[in-house]
């Protein structure tokens, strides 16, 4: 089992910057995967970005390409989410996800096991 803790969200104005952190516990070995998502009120959960273990590939969604950046600390298990000039379209819920088994789509929620409870992102304009 992986367990995954967000922090770093919270109340920002437009253009400004947040860097959100996904600590992983557990058999973090074990994990192939991990990504960030995010869920607006009324909306889908959607993908906004992914970096594998081996290759150390990172994948963003089109809305957040060239402003979020995603990195890792391995020693510490954590996951990073780098996010800059902030919109108030970025406003949402962000979930850290995690998966042990390469998936086939990365966008995909359903392609991973383990997830966060999420950190609340707020970009004022």
């Known amino acids: 089992q992986v367990q995954l803790v967000e922090s770093g969200g919270g109340l920002v104005q437009a253009g400004g910057s947040l860097r959100l952190s996904c600590a992983a516990s557990?058999?973090?070995?074990?994990?192939?995967?991990m990504g960030w998502f995010r869920q607006a009120p009324g909306k889908e959960r959607e993908f906004v970005g992914s970096?594998?273990?081996?290759?150390?590939?990172?994948y963003y969604a089109d809305s957040v390409k060239g402003r979020f950046t995603i990195s890792r600390d391995n020693a510490k298990s954590t996951l990073y989410l780098q996010m800059s000039n902030l919109k108030p379209e970025d406003t949402a819920v962000y979930y850290c996800?995690?998966?042990?088994?390469?998936?086939?789509?990365?966008?995909?929620?359903?392609?991973?096991?383990?997830w966060g409870q999420g950190t609340q992102v707020t970009v004022s304009s």
């Open positions: 970096t594998t273990s081996i290759s150390g590939s990172n």
């Open positions: 996800a995690a998966t042990p088994i390469r998936p086939s789509f990365v966008a995909r929620r359903t392609e991973y096991r383990y």
């Open positions: 557990g058999r973090t070995s074990s994990l192939y995967g």
